[in-house]
């Protein structure tokens, strides 16, 4: 069985670089210079909690790729899923899998080109970075939810499953969805944890920081529940505890239990590209939740306020500070009790 991995950072290097490392037929795509130089003079380094390893991969441009695959990984970040359909498509089997493994809500995208029995959406619960060229690596073993929006179980989806819980410990969810929504909670966390170059720990203690924490989860978990999301419990916190259908203390409580678990040294992973002067996915992530929330006609001032200022700590027109916790809060002031 062929598979190709478009994208080889974090997650498509440790992901495939597990499987490589069991001997399965792969090819890895990317389009940083870079990046491909030091894996192919040095191999890949993927350094994860069970034990580090090198691992000497394929790794081309898209240009490069030639022949058919089974499975499509597409495991770029969400503002460049177009890019990589487009890129694999051409080189999929008729029978071929296309499997996200993305943060976001990305398989309706893949459904469009394939079919809903060809997709495979996977949540994936594992902190990763690219420390270096031809380096990646993880604290945590990880955790991978796998399965077709539809919910049904094929016989397709069964191998897939099979494959990576060889790796990596994978179970299939009727719910895939659900757990998208859920993990996109936290993520959208990280965007509201990186206007300023600190830790929740340091930017979200008043009690005035918090409440615009509430109500901004309470925009969030209102419009998944809004388009059907069955959410499922995080190990963080579970997020219906957040609908504004709960009292608003006992949302404030749960915020607080929260923040119990914050460190301050820890730095999300928007914030780490806005440091680097790297484009987030803001658009397709915390976007998507404005976007939903228009089409359900539910308010979203705060996470269309936060996308705002993402934008313009993108393009240099803001800087990174605590301040701009204070001009977020006057985008909903009606919701901080």
């Avoid at 060809?118 to 399965?147: D, E, N």
């Avoid at 705060?302 to 605590?322: A, D, N, S, V």
Wanted: hydrophobic share 40%; aromatic share 6%.
């Amino acid at each position: 069985m062929r598979m190709i991995v478009i994208g080889t950072g974090p997650i498509g290097g440790i992901i495939g670089g597990r499987l490589a490392r069991a001997g399965h037929d792969l090819t890895f795509v990317d389009v940083d210079q870079e990046h491909i130089a030091a894996i192919r003079e040095k191999g890949l380094q993927v350094d994860i909690p069970d034990g580090s390893f090198n691992v000497k991969i394929n790794i081309i441009f898209p240009r490069e790729i030639q022949g058919k695959f089974d499975i499509g990984f597409i495991a770029v970040r969400s503002n460049y899923t177009p890019d990589a359909l487009a890129t694999v498509m051409p080189h999929l089997n008729d029978d071929g899998l296309l499997v996200s493994l993305q943060n976001g809500i990305n398989p309706p995208l893949l459904e469009e080109k394939i079919g809903s029995n060809r997709t495979i959406g996977v949540a994936i619960r594992m902190g990763s970075t690219r420390p270096a060229p031809g380096h990646v690596q993880t604290a945590t073993r990880g955790h991978l939810y796998v399965g077709h929006l539809h919910g049904q179980t094929t016989p397709q989806l069964e191998k897939l499953n099979a494959l990576l819980d060889a790796v990596i410990p994978s179970e299939i969810s009727d719910n895939i969805s659900g757990v998208l929504w859920s993990k996109l909670t936290y993520t959208c966390l990280g965007y509201f944890g990186s206007l300023a170059d600190a830790s929740l720990a340091t930017s979200c203690v008043s009690d005035l920081d918090r409440r615009m924490l509430v109500a901004f989860f309470a925009e969030v978990v209102a419009v998944g529940a809004a388009v059907g999301a069955r959410f499922i419990p995080l190990a963080e916190y579970n997020p219906p505890d957040f609908h504004p259908s709960n009292f608003f203390d006992k949302r404030l409580a749960a915020v607080n239990q929260l923040a119990k678990g914050w460190k301050p040294d820890d730095r999300k992973g928007p914030l780490r590209q806005i440091l680097r002067g790297i484009k987030t996915e803001v658009d397709y992530t915390l976007g998507h939740v404005v976007r939903e929330g228009d089409r359900m006609k539910i308010p979203t001032p705060l996470c269309r306020k936060l996308l705002e200022m993402i934008h313009e700590l993108e393009t240099g027109k803001r800087q990174l500070g605590i301040q701009n916790y204070a001009e977020l809060r006057t985008a909903g002031n009606s919701r901080l009790k």
